[in-house]
């Protein structure tokens, strides 16, 4: 349908026909269908679709000519700031016929200026949920006098967290039956309905598939490449295709950053997109794209939505986006109002994982291109290295990126070593309780003492496996002059102290080396004994030290012998019958 087929205000076909606009799109066309039934709009419409001409258009006919919407005021709600200063240019030149003030309202900037543009009286008002709330709790924006009330990309204010500003603007606004309400999305998910439902009155429903956008109008081509010749293969791109404009998309900031710089340093003025630039060097950077000052834009997902720019010629997916809607945002900065375009994307080995996802949605398999070795082109910047510091800061002339002073953001010189001792604690394992709170071990060697129940568990599988007997019977072994003990040719490490706390063996001829505790008053190297040891050893050594005229009490003798006997009867009474691996184990 055209244009002039609707009872539009007379100005306002002068503004439609002074922007060129003769067709209606499909979106258009519904939109309008329903603003003359009297009904709300819901719509699932795709960027590039020409939704912001719907709403635009309608808005200014029902304060032209509705009686119930002459004098009031118009609210259109965006995202981001590139979309409402995008929606604020078309709505100059559909208006400007018109005698309506608009102006757009958005954070970043300071509060001056727009204060000072709603004292003197604004009839469209253009802003993010942010500042709108700002100037509506501070007086600045009364939301009663608002009858027209239009959100755009619905689910993106959600995803970025503005559901709860939402909701608190249109509470704020006169009931749903006195105003007109239009709502777009690129999704109609759970949460858009669900808006619909509380705040549209009586809304006209519109689909707009979205293989309908990316198919039929934009040629699309795949290239699977490795990572480290994807800029070869663009710059062999950008000179087989020649295009006048293109916007290269990158999954990162840091890797768009990275991609402007290579481009530059090959002959093509790029210049970078990102969402921590400041404000007045994206809106910058957006109207030079526009008026063709800057042919090569390179930019993340924050510019696929509401970026419009006239003719763009190609659009090239420099990673493969990891949400399959961004697919479609991306691409749709080309092929704009009825016009072709070209959609290249590069799949490398870390993103070619989204491209599933991305064909499925999308219900077509994109077609393969093969690259042969002469699309590949020389990277002049090879071997450079370009780094984002931070989002004003830049890589110098040569390429190296910022100087690494090794100072982290507080100032401090010893922020390479601050980073390197939570590598370590990391490392080490702050999980398992080893460290305190300022990183250092509690325990040596990284172990910690085992628990009760830990320790008989180990107990309890050292009796199963005899472990414990071993140690048992070491250490109640007998210790004969100057021999060694040995059971089944095992030594424990219980055998192996007794032994080296008694004596050393030296090589050779050489006296054997007593340890220092074994030394009598006399110097002599004596082994001491106990009542440990036999009685026939303890005679023997007294012997030695008093000599052979040594006498002993016969009954001491027999006594200790009886004991003796008396202890072996013992062991042999309670010894324990033998049991089976489990039934120690487990106690039965």
Known sequence: ?????????????????????????????????????????????????????????????????????????????????????????????????????????????????????????????????????????????????????????????????????????????????????????????????????????????????PEHVTVDAITQELYHVGTNEKMQLLLGLLKKESPETAIVFTNTKHTAYEVAKRLEHNGYKAECLMGDLPQKKRLKIVEDTKEGKVKFLVATDVAARGLHI?????????????DCENYVHRIGRTARAGKSGKAISLACEKYVYGLPAVEKYIDLKIPVAWADDGLFVEDKSEGMRFHLRDSNSRADRNGRGPRDD????????????????????????????????????????????????????????????????????????????????ERSGKRSNQNR??????????????????????????????KRVSGKNHINDRLAYYRDKYGEDFKVDEKTVKTDKERQRKNTKKKIDKKPEKKGFFSRLFGK
């Not at 755009?152 to 249109?170: H, K, Q, S, T, V």
């Not at 006239?310 to 990891?322: C, E, G, K």
């Not at 180990?458 to 003990?485: T, Y």
């Not at 008694?502 to 007593?514: A, L, V």
Request: aromatic letters at 8%.
């Open 1 to 209: 349908m055209k244009f002039t087929e609707f009872e539009f205000n007379e100005n306002l076909q002068k503004g439609i026909a002074g922007a060129g606009f003769e067709e209606c799109t499909p979106v258009q066309a519904e939109t309008f269908k329903f603003l003359f039934e009297g009904r709300d709009i819901y719509a699932q419409s795709q960027t590039g679709t020409g939704k912001t001409g719907a709403f635009m258009i309608s808005a200014f006919h029902l304060m032209a000519e509705d009686e119930n919407f002459k004098g009031k005021k118009t609210l259109v709600i965006a995202p981001t700031r590139e979309l409402a200063v995008q929606i604020e240019q078309e709505a100059e030149l559909l208006g400007k016929e018109m005698g309506f003030s608009i102006g757009s309202f958005y954070g970043g900037v300071g509060y001056n200026s727009q204060e000072k543009k709603l004292s003197e009286g604004c009839d469209v008002i253009i802003g993010t949920p942010g500042r709108l709330i700002d100037f509506g709790k501070s007086g600045k924006i009364d939301y009663k006098e608002f009858g027209i009330c239009i959100i755009d990309e619905a689910d993106r204010l959600f995803d970025m967290g503005f559901l709860p500003d939402l909701r608190n603007i249109l509470r704020r606004m006169p009931p749903r039956e006195e105003r007109r309400t239009m709502l777009y999305s690129a999704t109609l998910s759970s949460k858009v309905g669900n808006l619909a439902w509380e705040h549209l009155n009586n809304p006209g429903e519109i689909v707009i598939e």
């Open 497 to 526: 102290k007794n032994s080296n706390r008694n004596y050393k063996k030296s090589s050779g001829d050489q006296k054997p080396k007593y340890s220092k505790n074994t030394r009598n008053r006399s110097g002599e190297d004596k």
């Open 406 to 485: 090794n100072r982290n953001r507080s100032g401090n010189r010893n922020g390479s070593r601050d980073r390197n001792r939570e590598r370590d604690r990391n490392r080490d394992g702050n999980r398992d309780g080893n460290r305190d709170r300022q990183g250092n071990k509690k325990y040596p060697y990284n172990k910690r003492p085992l628990e009760k129940s830990e320790r008989q568990v180990q107990n309890l599988v050292l009796e199963a496996s005899g472990g414990l007997d071993l140690f048992k019977e070491e250490s109640s072994a007998p210790v004969s002059q100057g021999k060694k003990v």
């Open 310 to 322: 006239d003719d763009l010629a190609m659009v090239v997916n420099y990673d493969i986006p990891q």
